[in-house]
């Protein structure tokens, strides 16, 4: 038999009443009220420098496999 078919629901709600209630929430996260449209790990307050590097970063992403095969056609010498 599974050990938490052997729980009985007694048990389990003593045990939810020794824990602290910072333990007994969903997830990784504190349980704390969150606000909208600040979930991100960055900030965005100015939109353009924002935009700015968001474009340069995507650029940058993008270009590398193709620098990276012309490094290596240029390097074999087999750039036409």
């Known amino acids: ?20 209630k910072q333990v007994r929430g969903f997830g990784l996260h504190p349980l ?13 307050g100015n939109r353009r420098k924002f935009a700015t590097r968001y474009a340069g970063a995507a650029a940058t992403f993008f270009m590398i ?3 990276a095969v012309g490094y290596q056609l240029r390097k074999s010498g087999g750039a036409a």
């Open 1 to 20: 038999m599974s050990p938490l078919a052997r729980t009985s629901p007694a048990s389990l709600r003593a045990a939810l009443r020794c824990t602290p």
């Open 65 to 67: 496999p193709f620098i």
């Open 32 to 44: 704390k009220e969150h606000t909208a449209h600040h979930n991100m790990p960055f900030t965005y």
